[in-house]
């Protein structure tokens, strides 16, 4: 009980630390915004504790089937810290800071192709904008989604590699997939193929259907120039962490299907060999 309290007041902690750290990072920032920025960290760090500290599932999935979420906070952190850097690069140039904004720049420039999800969030910024805003943008999108990207194989190749999440033993649907309910609908290994591929899907999708969306929102309201930067972090970091999560969930929830239907598979033919005449 004292370790699981333990394990639940460091999540809290390290919550907050990555709501705050663009306020720490970015210079001139308003006291309305520390303001609020302090409000959401100690609500998330708070319902990550209660969260952690209780028996009884509540809203975090895969709570006790490791390195799904560690993953999960490691490349948001990641993300949230690099575009804080490359931001106070514009005011406050460092050596890391514009070696990390000339490599992001890079990989912007790499993944802006037609079509590409780079593309349509420089596509969505008005037409106005200086140049040196959508380069900015552009950096942004570049490091997010790439990050994006290297948490999926990452995940992967630790699925893989540890035989996630059969290490762990039995794996609890209740504790892990506390939304998901096995005991209403049909077939348990259908639903959970079905959300699997769905999960997929809408991963696959959101990059490209948020700046569309975004763009189509910004013909009857104003238009989004992400000109602060609080906004542009934040904004750029939800764009490709949201995909990756839903994509990391897609996966997960296959991966426990085929867990369950192998596991039906060898108890009937266990079963099957019980019932033959000697």
Do not use: C
Not at 22 to 38: H, R, W
Not at 231 to 240: E, F, G
């Amino acid at each position: 009980m004292v370790s699981q309290i333990t394990g639940a007041l460091v999540r809290a902690v390290l919550v907050m630390i990555l709501i705050a750290i663009p306020s720490l990072m970015v210079p001139g920032v308003s006291s309305d915004t520390t303001q609020i920025v302090a409000l959401v960290a100690i609500f998330a760090a708070g319902l990550t504790f209660f969260e952690y500290a209780s028996t009884y599932p509540g809203l975090v999935e895969f709570r006790d089937a490791p390195p799904f979420n560690r993953l999960r906070y490691l490349s948001l952190l990641a993300t949230v810290v690099l575009l804080s850097t490359v931001v106070r690069d514009q005011t406050q140039p460092t050596t890391l800071a514009s070696f990390i904004g000339a490599l992001g720049n890079k990989l912007g420039q790499s993944i802006d192709v037609p079509y590409s999800p780079v593309r349509l969030v420089v596509l969505m910024l008005p037409k106005d904008m200086s140049v040196e805003h959508i380069m900015l943008v552009r950096t942004a999108a570049g490091i997010a989604y790439m990050i994006s990207l290297l948490t999926l194989v990452v995940f992967v190749l630790a699925m893989r590699l540890i035989g996630w999440p059969n290490r762990m033993g039995t794996f609890n649907v209740w504790i892990n997939l506390p939304t998901f309910d096995p005991t209403t609908g049909g077939d348990v290994v259908e639903r959970l193929t079905r959300d699997s591929r769905f999960n997929i899907a809408l991963g696959f999708l959101l990059p490209f259907m948020i700046p569309v969306m975004v763009k189509m929102a910004a013909l009857s309201l104003s238009p989004v120039t992400l000109e602060s930067p609080h906004t542009l972090i934040w904004t750029m970091s939800a764009w490709a962490f949201l995909p990756a999560s839903l994509f990391m969930r897609g996966i997960a929830m296959g991966r426990i299907a085929n867990m369950i239907a192998e596991k039906r598979k060898s108890l009937n033919q266990a079963t099957g060999h019980a019932l033959q005449p000697a």
